[in-house]
């Protein structure tokens, strides 16, 4: 089974990531602004990311769910972005709302780095 990283556990993000534990997935999760929402998510069986690049080191599917393009981009290209240390082929589906536009760029630039 693929192992499922989330990152972004607000509003949104925390009940769509209890929904794939439940589901029976292996999710890894991180969000350095809820680490309460992290906490839960561990008592429900998901794993707790150290930070953004453990989840990417730990990932076959990397999931977003943050508030807006800047968010979309530091949670992958940052100081501890995942993309740093995805594997390649790893698959990601940004679920935040974000324009179009930012939305190719992040893609061309995840393109590049396989």
């Known amino acids: 089974m693929k192992k499922i990283g989330f990152i972004g556990l607000g ?3 925390k009940p769509m990531a ?3 534990v439940k589901a029976g997935y292996d ?3 991180a ?3 809820a680490p309460q929402a992290v ?3 561990v008592a ?6 150290a930070s953004n690049m453990d989840v990417g080191s730990q990932a076959d599917i990397v999931i977003t769910m943050v508030p807006n393009s800047p968010d979309v981009k530091e949670a992958l290209f940052g100081e501890d972005g995942a993309a740093k240390t ?3 082929g790893t698959i990601v589906l940004d679920c935040s709302s974000i ?3 930012a939305s190719r760029e992040i893609s061309a630039e995840l393109e590049k780095l396989g």
Not at 44 to 49: F, L, Q
């Open 39 to 41: 906490e839960e998510l």
């Open 11 to 13: 509003i949104m993000g």
């Open 18 to 20: 209890k929904n794939l």
């Open 86 to 88: 995805m594997k390649k």
């Open 99 to 101: 324009n179009p536009i």
């Open 31 to 33: 969000d350095k602004f």
């Open 27 to 29: 999710v890894v999760v």
């Open 44 to 49: 429900c069986g998901a794993s707790a990311g």
